[in-house]
């Protein structure tokens, strides 16, 4: 492979100077191209089999809403600081440029993303979006519980019927039977769709591999939606022991409609290992990271939507503008996205999506920010390993300025007393203490060599 070194690829980015210098920050917006701010052409429609409903393939998701800037230590994990305004200026240009799947749920925006996402499409007709959202009682079986969530949802979202709901996360059969039949939520949301309270029942699935193959045989709802993208097509990297390929051809087999979540893992494939990029950019230096991410999803004929969580505008123009219209991967392409899931899986990325639902921490451990940070260092190669190589002071000198303005001290991974309730929350399986751990000696390592 021939490769080119890390000043010759910022360049092919077209990044300069100033860029190379917004890198040594260490934190802010991460696009790694600047999309046109005008779509190519329209909008591409996937037909629902059961209701006939055209939805656009990509689905706005509504887990990593922006939120407003505050000093550091000023966000508190139960104060809502989503930005209003930039969701319903998102929201307003998605609509007017053919997007009409909306996805939230109650867990998403600290609890408030519902009401957001409600208030920014209470502004539009309600013949212009599709609205889903989710029951989130992952660690309750009660009833009661369990419905007051899916009503408070009509009310957060403005709406009188929600056209798809899932059942959320399910991913082992105790967990399941708990929440949705032995207290019987399954059979009351199943009477609620014949209602036409919800004109769909699907569910969306993080967990055991034999669970799956078992649910997706016992229980043929309306649609399901599973982590799909070409890293986890065929591997298995610290989260379910499934194949996302495995998954689709499983639902596919029994004609249940797929939905992608987590097409760019949290970001990740966004801002792959600049190694990867490169390989990316010799196929079409123009064409975005994520963009090759929502092909790969979108080239199979078996996934509906493309759920695709934008927090900046820049994010959801890249996103429209590679579906509009859509192009599948050729052959050539796909084997090139196989040689970059290759190089991406020989480094050592934390394999975080940035769903939050670690947090909070007890003892205020931003875990999000911080796996972020060393993931971003990592792929951009600012990641000082090797103290005889000559960018090694560069490199430990952007990770350390940029973990501090990224995260405040108190909350940064020396904080973690391995409590492991994050661990039980995750939905990669990701050791989060382990990782923690081995960060906060790789930063003390740092510190002592300054």
């Known amino acids: 492979m021939n490769q080119i070194n890390r000043r010759e690829f910022l360049k092919l980015l077209g990044l300069g100077t100033v860029a190379g210098a917004s890198l040594l920050a260490g934190c802010g917006k991460q696009n790694d191209d600047s999309p046109s701010p005008t779509t190519k052409g329209e909008m591409t429609y996937r037909t629902d089999p059961i209701s006939g409903n055209k939805l656009s393939l990509l689905g706005f998701g509504m887990m990593r809403p922006p939120i407003v800037e505050r000093r550091i230590g000023e966000s508190l994990p139960d104060v809502n600081d989503i930005d209003q305004e930039a969701v319903n200026e998102m929201v307003d240009y998605a609509i007017a440029n053919g997007v009409n799947v909306f996805d939230t749920a109650p867990v998403y925006g600290k609890g408030f993303?519902?009401?957001?996402?409600?208030?920014?499409?209470?502004?539009?007709?309600r013949n212009k979006f599709h609205?889903?959202?989710?029951?989130?009682?992952?660690?309750?079986?009660?009833?009661?519980?369990?419905?007051?969530?899916?009503?408070?949802?009509?009310?957060?979202?403005?709406?009188?019927?929600?056209d798809y709901y899932f059942l959320h996360s399910i991913g082992s059969q105790d967990n399941f039977k708990g929440r949705y039949?032995?207290?019987?939520?399954?059979?009351?949301?199943?009477?609620?769709?014949?209602?036409?309270?919800?004109?769909q029942l699907g569910f969306s699935f993080h967990g055991d591999g034999a669970f799956f193959e078992w649910f997706v045989q016992e229980y043929q709802l309306d649609f399901g939606m599973i982590q799909l993208n070409y890293l986890d097509w065929d591997n298995l990297v610290g989260r379910a022991n499934i194949t996302a390929r495995r998954q689709y051809e499983l639902l596919t087999e029994k004609n249940i409609p797929v939905w992608v979540m987590e097409p760019l893992l949290g970001g990740g494939l966004a801002r792959p290992h600049f190694m990867a990029r490169q390989q990316m950019i010799k196929h079409d230096p123009k064409a975005s990271a994520p963009s090759w991410a929502l092909r790969f999803c979108a080239s199979l004929p078996n996934v509906n939507v493309i759920l695709s969580g934008m927090t900046f505008m820049d994010h959801i123009i890249d996103n429209i503008n590679t579906v509009s219209p859509f192009v599948p991967l050729n052959d050539a392409e796909k084997q090139m996205l196989g040689e970059v899931a290759e190089i991406i899986l020989t480094k050592r990325t934390i394999r975080c999506t940035l769903c939050q639902y670690c947090m909070p921490c007890p003892y205020g451990v931003d875990i999000p920010s911080i796996f972020e940070h060393y993931n971003k260092c990592l792929n951009e190669g600012n990641y000082p390993e090797n103290a005889s190589n000559a960018d090694f002071k560069r490199a430990r000198k952007a990770f350390l300025i940029g973990l501090d303005r990224k995260v405040?001290?108190?909350?940064?991974?020396?904080?973690?007393?391995?409590c492991r309730q994050c661990v039980h929350s995750c939905p990669q399986r990701i050791n989060i203490p382990g990782e923690l751990r081995r960060i906060e000696q790789f930063i003390e390592e740092m510190r002592r060599e300054v």
């Open 408 to 418: 405040e001290k108190v909350r940064q991974a020396e904080k973690c007393i391995n």
């Open 181 to 199: 039949i032995d207290n019987g939520m399954l059979a009351f949301l199943l009477k609620e769709r014949e209602a036409g309270n919800i004109r």
């Open 131 to 162: 609205i889903s959202t989710k029951n989130s009682t992952h660690r309750t079986f009660d009833f009661d519980a369990s419905v007051r969530m899916y009503r408070k949802s009509f009310e957060a979202l403005q709406v009188d019927y929600i």
């Open 113 to 125: 993303s519902e009401t957001t996402t409600g208030i920014a499409l209470s502004r539009h007709p």
